[in-house]
Nanobody, 123 residues
Framework: QVKLEETGGGLVQRGGSLRLSCAAS????????MAWYRQAPGKERELVAE???????NYADSVKDRFTISRDTDKGAVYLQMNNLEPADTGVFYC?????????????????WGQGTQVTVSS
């Protein structure tokens, strides 16, 4: 069974830093797009940063120049370095990955989500 698991959340003061990690486990062949989403209290889940399998990255305007997404394709891992954190960054961060799974003669792409990790930024 393939799953994604996040680590690295926590409580930090305004201006602090955190690094989130997400790793895929189980049987998969390779990863396509991987991303981080955030859900703030009372709001819908939103895209924070994404990294395509081709090496392109995109960020929400609110985190540009503060957050950096990176990935280790061989490990099926994705990371989010968050610097200069603000109270508005508070929320549950979810890892997303589109992975290639299945049998060698019947490969398919499936979407996977981690369970979420809480990030709280105090003022």
């Amino acid at each position: 069974q393939v799953k994604l698991e996040e680590t690295g959340g926590g409580l930090v003061q305004r201006g602090g830093s955190l690094r989130l990690s997400c790793a895929a486990s189980g049987r998969f062949y390779y990863t396509r797009r991987m991303a981080w989403y955030r859900q703030a209290p009372g709001k819908e889940r939103e895209l924070v940063a994404e990294a395509t399998s081709g090496g392109n990255t995109n960020y929400a305007d609110s985190v540009k120049d503060r957050f950096t997404i990176s990935r280790d394709t061989d490990k099926g891992a994705v990371y989010l370095q968050m610097n200069n954190l603000e109270p508005a960054d508070t929320g549950v961060f979810y890892c997303y990955g589109r992975l290639v799974v299945g049998q060698p003669t019947d490969l398919r792409e499936d979407d996977y989500w981690g369970q979420g990790t809480q990030v709280t930024v105090s003022s």
